[in-house]
């Protein structure tokens, strides 16, 4: 498979989520249901399985619905009193 991983872009990608649609490593593929079905990522896994209610990462193709959360989150935090220093490393780690 052409391109790198979302998680770790230095490693070449070995497959795509079923959910999301990204390119991942094989360290980021997880095979719920053995190597028969489509792997999905870490994130998409847990929510498939219901630990988490959402993935962090959206469908491919999502970016400008993802683009607008960061600005919620972004004004959020600066109407909760949230230095504008704070909102930079929060959106980084959101991968915005």
Known sequence: MAGNCEAHPFD????RCRSCGHAFCAECLVFTHGESKPPYCIPCAF?????????????????????????????????????????????????F
């Open 12 to 15: 070449e990608a070995t497959g």
């Open 47 to 95: 929510t498939a399985a219901g630990v988490r209610s959402t993935a962090r990462r959206g469908r491919v193709g999502d970016e400008e619905r993802s683009h607008a959360m960061a600005g919620r989150v972004l004004v959020g935090l600066v109407v909760a009193g949230g230095a504008a220093v704070a909102a930079v490393p929060v959106a980084h780690a959101l991968g």
